[in-house]
């Protein structure tokens, strides 16, 4: 394989999908979609379940073709070149391995897909395997691997023809918890290490966060918010967002009072405060992520009557009886058994804290 090229985070346009539009039976999938990942970046496209993530990913890959837009890469528009042109891989959900091939022979397929005869696979397959730390099962039948092995034996059957880009939709999720964990930290690092650059599709937020230098969030065949974790979790830019990545209090209210840049909502528990200046009678939600809710009187305070206490080991959740819609909870770290179902507790949290977003008016 050759040697990693230099990883550029600063170029974020190395994959330019520009105004891309995609309808299936004349219903639209995704209009005006734009999405840059920069050369080594590792991307994550996390959404619902229907939100057009497999459909921008085979947009990229070339598998379906887009009604609208261009995508370019490194420059050149790669709209309308077939997928075998492209030199980008894929590693499906269902890593589409061949079960009665052997370790070594689903390897080499990645190759003689594209045209290598038989003789030069030996090397490479030997160098892909090694990656993936696969080398003493290269003979053996891929039905009889774990889901894990075989997750690696798609990775180097991908990684073998040195694509350009690596696309990767639901890779974890035929794993168990455990082992999604391990394979998360283990592709990452290889990735890494050879500066590839890759988007991983996910519906869950744990992973994103874990394998991502940025995720963009999709809603209904939307990026609504492309950011890198910590700016997720810390400023969502929408209600959507914040309840997608991470849990948080969550208050529907409706602003009674504003003055510059803070104002007061009225909640089904009481009257809280949040940066922002909003029209009076304007509908919010309002959150708080839980490690930033204290059970002590701050600038916010409502009085929650519990309506569990989970001690999680790293840390206790305090969910708070709450109205539909709503949300009330606070983390304590470690493991806290004061705390049991129907106590009053008080739940005290800064303004600045407060995230707000308009719901209406
Ligand atoms: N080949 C297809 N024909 C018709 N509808 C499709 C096809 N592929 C996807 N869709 C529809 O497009 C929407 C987005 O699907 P998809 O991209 O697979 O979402 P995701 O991967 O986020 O779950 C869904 O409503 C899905 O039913
Ligand atoms: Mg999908």
């Given at each position: 394989m050759a040697?990693?090229a230099?990883?550029?985070?600063?170029d974020?346009?190395y994959?330019?999908?520009?105004?891309?539009?995609?309808?299936?039976?004349?219903?639209?999938?995704?209009?005006?979609?734009?999405?840059?990942?920069?050369?080594?970046?590792?991307?994550?496209?996390?959404?619902?379940?229907g939100?057009?993530?497999?459909?921008?990913?085979r947009?990229?890959?070339?598998?379906?073709?887009?009604?609208?837009g261009?995508?370019?890469?490194?420059?050149?528009?790669?709209t309308?070149?077939?997928?075998h042109?492209r030199?980008?891989s894929?590693?499906?959900?269902?890593y589409?391995l061949?079960?009665h091939?052997t370790?070594?022979?689903?390897?080499?397929?990645?190759?003689?897909?594209?045209?290598?005869?038989?003789?030069?696979?030996?090397?490479?397959?030997?160098?892909?395997?090694?990656?993936?730390?696969?080398?003493?099962?290269?003979?053996?039948?891929?039905?009889a691997?774990?889901?894990?092995?075989q997750?690696?034996v798609?990775?180097?059957?991908?990684?073998?023809?040195?694509?350009?880009?690596?696309?990767?939709?639901?890779?974890f999720?035929a794993?168990?918890?455990?082992?999604?964990?391990?394979?998360?930290v283990?592709?990452?690092?290889?990735?890494?290490?050879r500066?590839?650059?890759?988007?991983?599709?996910?519906?869950?937020?744990?992973?994103?966060?874990?394998?991502?230098?940025?995720?963009?969030?999709?809603?209904?065949?939307?990026?609504?918010?492309?950011?890198?974790?910590?700016?997720?979790?810390?400023?969502?830019?929408?209600?959507?967002?914040?309840?997608?990545?991470?849990?948080?209090?969550?208050?529907?209210?409706?602003?009674?009072?504003?003055?510059?840049?803070?104002?007061t909502?009225?909640?089904?528990?009481?009257?809280?405060?949040?940066?922002?200046?909003?029209?009076?009678?304007?509908?919010?939600?309002?959150?708080v992520?839980?490690?930033?809710v204290?059970?002590?009187a701050?600038?916010?305070?409502?009085?929650?009557?519990?309506?569990?206490?989970m001690?999680?080991?790293?840390?206790?959740?305090?969910?708070?009886?709450?109205?539909?819609?709503?949300?009330?909870l606070?983390?304590v770290?470690?493991?806290?058994?004061?705390y049991a179902?129907?106590?009053?507790v008080?739940?005290?949290?800064?303004v600045?804290?407060?995230?707000?977003?308009?719901?209406?008016?």
């Amino acid at each position: 394989m050759a040697p990693p090229a230099p990883r550029d985070m600063g170029d974020s346009k190395y994959l330019d999908v520009n105004a891309v539009g995609k309808a299936f039976k004349g219903t639209s999938v995704m209009s005006g979609m734009d999405f840059r990942v920069g050369r080594g970046e590792l991307v994550s496209l996390l959404g619902p379940s229907g939100c057009g993530k497999t459909t921008l990913l085979r947009i990229i890959a070339g598998l379906t073709t887009a009604d609208s837009g261009e995508v370019l890469l490194d420059g050149r528009a790669i709209t309308s070149a077939p997928a075998h042109k492209r030199n980008i891989s894929v590693v499906f959900q269902s890593y589409a391995l061949f079960p009665h091939l052997t370790v070594a022979e689903n390897v080499a397929f990645g190759l003689r897909a594209r045209g290598h005869a038989k003789t030069d696979c030996g090397p490479k397959v030997a160098e892909a395997l090694a990656l993936v730390r696969m080398s003493d099962f290269a003979e053996r039948k891929v039905a009889a691997l774990s889901g894990g092995q075989q997750q690696r034996v798609a990775v180097a059957r991908a990684l073998i023809v040195d694509p350009v880009l690596l696309l990767l939709d639901e890779p974890f999720s035929a794993l168990d918890r455990k082992l999604r964990e391990t394979m998360q930290v283990e592709l990452k690092t290889l990735l890494r290490d050879r500066n590839m650059t890759a988007i991983f599709v996910t519906h869950d937020q744990d992973e994103a966060m874990g394998v991502s230098d940025r995720i963009a969030v999709m809603n209904a065949g939307q990026i609504e918010q492309f950011a890198t974790p910590s700016e997720l979790y810390a400023r969502p830019a929408s209600a959507f967002v914040m309840d997608f990545v991470g849990l948080s209090t969550r208050l529907n209210g409706e602003v009674i009072e504003s003055t510059e840049n803070r104002s007061t909502i009225r909640s089904a528990y009481g009257t809280v405060h949040a940066p922002g200046t909003f029209v009076p009678g304007t509908k919010v939600t309002i959150g708080v992520r839980p490690e930033l809710v204290k059970t002590r009187a701050a600038e916010n305070t409502l009085r929650v009557t519990l309506a569990d206490a989970m001690v999680l080991g790293s840390k206790t959740q305090l969910h708070g009886r709450a109205e539909a819609g709503d949300r009330l909870l606070c983390e304590v770290p470690g493991m806290n058994s004061d705390y049991a179902p129907g106590d009053t507790v008080t739940f005290g949290w800064d303004v600045a804290d407060s995230l707000v977003y308009e719901t209406g008016t």
